[in-house]
T-cell receptor, first 117, second 117 residues
Framework: DTGVSQDPRHKITKRGQNVTFRCDPISEHNRLYWYRQTLGQGPEFLTYFQNEAQLEKSRLLSDRFSAERPKGSFSTLEIQRTEQGDSAMYLC???????????????FGDGTRLSIL | AQTVTQSQPEMSVQEAETVTLSCTYDTSESDYYLFWYKQPPSRQMILVIRQEAYKQQNATENRFSVNFQKAAKSFSLKISDSQLGDAAMYFCAYRSAWGGTASKLTFGTGTRLQVTL
């Protein structure tokens, strides 16, 4: 069990640029989540995949944001035309799950810290 | 929608002493999970303890225990024999018990715990 891996750890970019983050979940986990955490706040849910299907998206996920999990393994989160307000820590988590009780806890990665200049 | 409230932005405890972190939540559901996560500075979020709402017995994990009051919608975390390594941001989180689109975590704003000598 190598844990949830996120890349890069830090990203600094100019306003208006596009950025892409990657998340590699724990290998046997079929569920993958993206959260955003701003300074001094708790993480806020962005979106969730079960296998390759994106099952839920938060209203926080504007049209500039897109997430994919093409083969049900790793996931990418892309932000187009970045804005100052996008500066945050982007956290990925994974878990085992299926129909019925959502018993299994989510395991988090170290996050990608995005800074917009 | 569910909400989670942590009314203590910061707490301090002396090494070897006991501290209690407070959390209240609001939900119309009867079946759910509550969690405490620990986030050390610049490190990943780690699950500390989990409580299933249908279980009356309070969860315990070594030095960590909870006081779950379902009717009052209260879920506090007690840390006994505090250690320097307990210093971190602690987040209370809620999740519906059933899978599918209810899998996301809803976090509070966190309590920063300082441990002094």
């Amino acid at each position: 069990d190598t844990g949830v891996s996120q890349d890069p750890r830090h990203k600094i970019t100019k306003r208006g640029q596009n950025v892409t983050f990657r998340c590699d979940p724990i290998s046997e986990h079929n569920r993958l989540y993206w959260y955003r955490q701003t300074l001094g706040q708790g993480p806020e849910f962005l979106t969730y995949f079960q296998n390759e299907a994106q099952l839920e998206k938060s209203r926080l996920l504007s049209d500039r944001f897109s997430a994919e999990r093409p083969k049900g393994s790793f996931s990418t989160l892309e932000i187009q035309r970045t804005e100052q307000g996008d500066s945050a820590m982007y956290l990925c988590a994974s878990s085992l799950g299926g129909g019925g009780r959502a018993r299994q806890p989510q395991h988090f990665g170290d996050g990608t810290r995005l800074s917009i200049l | 929608a569910q909400t989670v409230t942590q009314s203590q932005p910061e707490m301090s405890v002396q090494e070897a002493e006991t501290v209690t972190l407070s959390c209240t939540y609001d939900t119309s559901e009867s079946d759910y999970y509550l969690f405490w996560y620990k986030q050390p500075p610049s490190r990943q979020m780690i699950l500390v303890i989990r409580q299933e709402a249908y279980k009356q017995q309070n969860a315990t994990e070594n030095r960590f225990s909870v006081n779950f009051q379902k009717a009052a919608k209260s879920f506090s975390l007690k840390i006994s024999d505090s250690q320097l390594g307990d210093a971190a941001m602690y987040f209370c989180a809620y999740r519906s018990a059933w899978g599918g689109t209810a899998s996301k975590l809803t976090f509070g704003t966190g309590t920063r715990l300082q441990v002094t000598l």
